[in-house]
């Protein structure tokens, strides 16, 4: 992507154990997640712009400022790979607070998550909208094909990676897997309607797609909005 003026770019990244999940034989979530972070971090330095990075879970596990130039995207992309967080939730108003104390300019920033939240309640739509007032919030929504379908044929257990509670689905019955799909379904246009209420951009990605795919068509729409 391209801007006219130099910008402040945050990419705010979601480590929580819920992104270790994936069914796509080439990339779980994490992986997903961390690949798009990459893409937009080097896009940031061949624009001149500024890149840093928060990591989060439940907690903000790593601040990275931002500043310019290769040396410095290099840094931001290797932590996103490799960093190991203490954390196994996700507390994305923390992530927000935290990018209110820390960056007094305006910035563009990516929340980047695959949005498995205890709720989207008052009190996290009210940090959004916050944070919204000062930054330019973009929201990179993934996910797996996996996460909305039964597989076929008797008992099924979930595991929670961020809880390690456990729900069990009768997956025999084709109308559960219907009605567990259509959940899902529900659950996730729920959320896109919420944060375009908070008049933030959604970008759907998944396991099954490359995010550079997804990432260049958000950006050419936006490149049609200024015209």
């Given at each position: 992507y391209r801007e006219e003026r130099e910008l402040i770019v945050m990419l705010l990244i979601d480590l929580s154990a819920s992104n270790r999940f994936g069914t796509s034989?080439?990339?779980?979530?994490?992986?997903?997640?961390?690949?798009a972070a990459a893409i937009l971090a080097f896009n940031a330095i061949r624009n001149n712009d500024k890149v840093g990075a928060i990591?989060?879970?439940?907690?903000?596990?790593?601040?990275?400022?931002?500043?310019?130039?290769?040396?410095?995207?290099?840094?931001?992309?290797?932590?996103?790979?490799?960093?190991?967080?203490?954390?196994?939730?996700?507390?994305?108003?923390?992530?927000?607070d935290f990018l209110g104390?820390?960056?007094?300019?305006?910035?563009?920033?990516?929340?980047?998550?695959?949005?498995?939240?205890?709720?989207?309640?008052?009190?996290?739509?009210?940090?959004?909208?916050?944070?919204?007032?000062?930054?330019?919030?973009i929201a990179l929504m993934v996910s797996d094909p996996g996460e909305a379908q039964l597989p076929g044929g008797g008992m099924v257990t979930f595991e929670d990676l961020e809880s390690g509670r456990r729900h069990i689905f009768d997956a025999a019955d084709a109308g559960s897997r219907t009605a567990f799909t259509r959940l899902q379904e529900e659950n996730r246009n729920t959320q896109r309607r919420q944060l375009a209420a908070l008049n933030m951009d959604t970008i759907d990605l998944s396991t099954a797609e490359e995010p550079a795919d997804a990432l260049v068509r958000y950006f050419r729409i936006r490149e049609q909005r200024k015209r």
């Open positions: 034989a080439t990339a779980t979530k994490g992986d997903t997640i961390a690949e990591l989060f879970t439940d907690q903000v596990e790593h601040y990275i400022p931002p500043q310019k130039g290769s040396a410095h995207v290099w840094r931001v992309i290797r932590e996103i790979f490799s960093f190991r967080p203490k954390g196994r939730g996700t507390e994305i108003g923390t992530a927000m104390r820390v960056c007094r300019k305006r910035t563009v920033s990516f929340l980047i998550s695959d949005f498995i939240v205890p709720a989207m309640d008052g009190d996290l739509r009210r940090r959004l909208r916050s944070g919204g007032r000062r930054h330019e919030l």
